[in-house]
């Protein structure tokens, strides 16, 4: 007995104290161990857990987390700002009034989706707006417009009896051309048309037009008279040899200027590199080429006086003795024939000019061009010219129809050095070309309109003459011109401008990212409540929460 309670003895631990809790683990299994209830209740679960089959460890686990979800997701209802969703996880409730509140949250997510892809489909298929600019172009900011003149005498009498007396077949056929509505290809045969190529014909248009000395009796510039071979240059248009004022330098009008095949320009100002879009440099000379207006008012701008010299009429592309006039951009060459303002002498005419000023926000280049139907000059590059316009561009792609098809282009036309001239020889051809202009539209469709143009346009007011001021003209002018002269021949025209700024129209996005977002935002806020911070909320319930309830939960493991 006394070895037995000595093997007891030393085959568990004990306390000293006797009211110590029993040992938490006996050496021998045949003695009896008291618990406490609770420790029972648990280890009783414990046992049964693993006396029942068919619960596993994934069982207990997925059970844990359902519990889990369910738990976040009744607490996330319960305290989301979204209106209505506590009615649905209001325990109180019954299902009934819980899916009545679910239908209406759910009505007003179809509400918002449906307005908010309104707003979309509006934002993508017409995102700009032309809206007028609070802030107005000051005048010394804007060009002189360029100005083409052309008497509407296709040949000076003098010369063209010279040439019906004396000429030789050629200059004939050249002179019936000019002045007959019979298609070229009526006009010429094969033997005399090899001979009239373009550099022919160009000699023979300088010699039978008339000349810009002529043409140019007087002009006058910010009050001071000044010669008018300084300020017009000799210029081939689609209405013959005509003169033009203000034009760019031809190193910044075309890309490559010295292999261009056309007539020569002189300038007796600095050119300046200016563009409808970038405007004038910083460093441009106030006095540089194109010229900016000096003030408002006649007395500010240009006055001409044009001398028509009726006598040397022999024909005329117009029905009485006129000259055609166009206001045009000064980076562009002139369409005179067909957009030309007709002015008759004996006259004293004002020119108001109004100027149309059209610009746009740099944010529009993220729109696409299909739906802003405009171009940056960064977006298109010409072959033959260094700024884009609409012009250019329509210029361009004519000469490129005319060259594929007849393999050469018109005079007036954008070509260089070795792009051949069409001649009388190649009359079939080109005297389809009112067809290739009605296809414009469908060969150039990718000639849009500039983002930034300026054009300009006029405001026309018209007197005859006074007695007083043919008189006046008459002693001013050289070659001692009669009252009568002046009377039948001359026209004074004045071209001013009559405001210090002018209206801008500015192209800009009428949906921004940031209208688009408040939009969306006003919609969901009164549909159902949605703000910035109820997403944030949504987005901790779904991640930051589950994961951290996950971390805090204790790790179990267990046998299978």
């Known amino acids: 007995m006394q070895h037995e309670g000595l093997n007891q003895k030393t085959n568990y631990w004990t306390t000293e104290n006797s009211q110590d809790p029993a040992p938490w683990y006996v050496w021998d299994h045949k003695r009896t161990i008291s618990r406490s209830k609770s420790e029972v209740g648990s280890w009783s679960t414990y046992l049964r857990f693993f006396e029942r089959p068919h619960h596993t460890h994934q069982d207990v686990i997925s059970g844990c987390d359902s519990r889990g979800v369910r738990k976040d997701l009744r607490e996330y209802l319960l305290t989301s700002t979204l209106h209505g969703l506590r009615y649905v996880g209001e325990k109180k409730l019954t299902w009934f009034e ?113 000349p810009c000395s002529e043409m140019l009796a007087m002009c006058i510039w910010d009050s001071g008279e000044m010669s008018c071979q300084d300020l017009f240059n000799a210029q081939l248009t689609d209405e013959g040899l005509c003169c033009t004022f203000n034009v760019v330098h031809r190193n910044k009008l075309f890309r490559n200027p010295k292999d261009l095949n056309d007539m020569n320009f002189t300038f007796p100002l600095p050119s300046v590199d200016w563009t409808p879009e970038g405007g004038y440099p910083a460093d441009a000379p106030y006095n540089g080429f194109p010229w900016r207006p000096r003030g408002i008012g006649t007395d500010h701008g240009l006055t001409l006086v044009l001398d028509a010299n009726v006598a040397e009429y022999y024909c005329a592309s117009t029905k009485s003795p006129s000259f055609k006039i166009l206001l045009h951009n000064p980076t562009e060459t002139p369409n005179i024939a067909n957009l030309g303002d007709i002015y008759g002498p004996g006259i004293e005419a004002r020119i108001a000019i109004q100027p149309r000023i059209m610009d746009a926000a740099p944010s529009l280049q993220g729109i696409d061009v299909k739906k802003r139907v ?118 004074i025209i004045h071209f001013f401008f009559e405001d210090l700024t002018f209206t801008r129209y500015t192209k800009g996005e009428i949906f921004g990212l940031t209208e688009f977002l408040s939009n969306t935002g006003g919609l969901l806020g009164l549909c159902m409540g949605f703000s910035m911070m109820s997403l944030v909320e949504l987005i901790y319930y779904v991640t930051l929460r589950a994961l951290c309830q996950t971390r805090r939960r204790p790790k179990r493991h267990f046998t299978q």
């Open 98 to 210: 819980r899916f009545f509140w679910l239908g209406a949250f759910s009505c007003s997510i179809v509400c918002a989706g449906f307005f908010i892809l309104n707003v979309y489909d509006k934002w993508r298929s017409s995102p700009m707006i032309v809206s007028i600019n609070p802030e107005n172009m000051a005048l010394q900011n804007l060009p002189f417009p360029a100005i083409t003149v052309c008497n509407v005498n296709q040949a000076k009498k003098s010369v063209a009896e010279r040439y019906k007396k004396d000429g030789n077949p050629v200059n004939k056929k050249l002179l019936e051309s000019l002045c007959t509505s019979q298609d070229d290809t009526e006009i010429f045969v094969s033997d005399v048309a090899q001979s009239a190529d373009w550099d022919y014909f160009r000699s023979f248009l300088i010699n039978v037009t008339q």
């Open 374 to 491: 405009c171009l940056f000059s960064s977006e298109k590059a010409l072959v033959f010219y260094r700024t884009y316009t609409l012009k250019n561009c329509e210029m361009e792609c004519e000469a490129r129809n005319m060259l594929t098809l007849c393999k050469c282009v018109l005079y007036y036309m954008p070509k260089n050095k070795t792009t051949r001239v069409c001649g009388k020889a190649d009359a079939n051809c080109y005297s389809n070309i009112s067809f290739i202009r009605r296809g414009r539209q469908m060969s150039c469709e990718e000639c849009l309109p500039a983002c930034t143009e300026i054009s300009y346009y006029e405001r026309m007011s018209s007197a005859r003459l006074s007695k007083a001021m043919v008189e006046q003209y008459a002693k001013r002018l050289s070659g001692n011109k009669t009252a009568e002269y002046v009377t039948n021949n001359m026209l």
